[in-house]
């Protein structure tokens, strides 16, 4: 079994859409977790960290249910620039140990 | 400008002969690694190093050396490249606990 897993997709969503990402982690003792977004051929960029209480930024918000060890990502009124793989990371020790998801790819269709 | 420079950014070469990718980073960060990215398989670390002249593997070391001599620099060093290493290689720097900053990715094919 994969360390961190995802939905593979694609999702592919028309404009304004709300979409869920789901992404599980094996490892009970993961610290801290986020999610990363990557463009065609480029370089994973953060699009947020999760915290344990839930965080919202503007039309993203993400999840954490540790019991579960679950991590979600939900985007509302989806637009075309969201277009993009999202990365779901999880950080297992004191900073040193990311472990990266698969990626789920996303296209906004208009 | 905070950034991470990884170079080359496109490296074509044969199997056997030996090649470095540099990363330099800017930022001060502490910590330092490498990556590759695979269809598939995602990104999976080769090589960190939360310090000058402190480096540790990480998932998937085996045919990879890395140096860190300076804090700014931490190239990755193909010894003798073999098909199998033709990846997308990004190199990655962070504050000690904190987000990764990545660099623009270098793509290598080994013939």
């Known amino acids: 079994r994969k360390e961190v897993e995802q939905d593979p997709g694609p999702f592919n969503v028309p404009e304004g859409a709300t979409v869920a990402f789901n992404c599980t982690y094996s490892?009970?003792?993961?610290?801290?977790f986020f999610w990363y977004r990557q463009d065609c051929r480029k370089e994973p960029k953060l699009l947020m960290s999760?915290?344990?209480s839930g965080n919202e930024d503007g039309r993203f918000t993400a999840q954490l249910n540790r019991a579960s060890q679950y991590i979600s990502l939900l985007i509302r009124d989806s637009k075309l620039s969201d277009s993009a793989t999202y990365l779901c990371?999880?950080?297992?020790?004191?900073?040193?140990?990311?472990?990266f998801g698969p990626g789920t790819r996303l296209s906004v269709l208009p | 400008e905070a950034q991470v420079t990884q170079n080359p950014r496109y490296l074509i070469t044969v199997t056997g002969k030996k090649l470095t990718v540099t990363c330099s980073q800017n930022?001060?960060?502490?910590?330092m690694s490498w990556y590759r990215q695979d269809p598939g398989l995602g990104l999976r670390q080769i090589y960190y190093s939360m310090n000058v002249e402190v480096t540790d593997k990480g998932d998937v070391p085996e045919g990879y050396k890395v140096s860190r001599k300076e804090k700014r620099n931490f190239p990755l060093i193909l010894e003798s490249p073999s098909p199998n290493q033709t990846s997308l290689y990004f190199c990655?720097?962070?504050?000690?606990?904190?987000?990764?900053?990545f660099g623009e990715g270098s793509r290598l094919t080994v013939l």
């Open positions: 999760v915290y344990s």
């Open positions: 990655a720097s962070s504050p000690h606990i904190g987000e990764l900053f």
């Open positions: 490892n009970s003792a993961s610290q801290s």
């Open positions: 990371v999880v950080n297992n020790d004191n900073g040193q140990n990311f472990v």
């Open positions: 930022m001060n960060h502490e910590y």
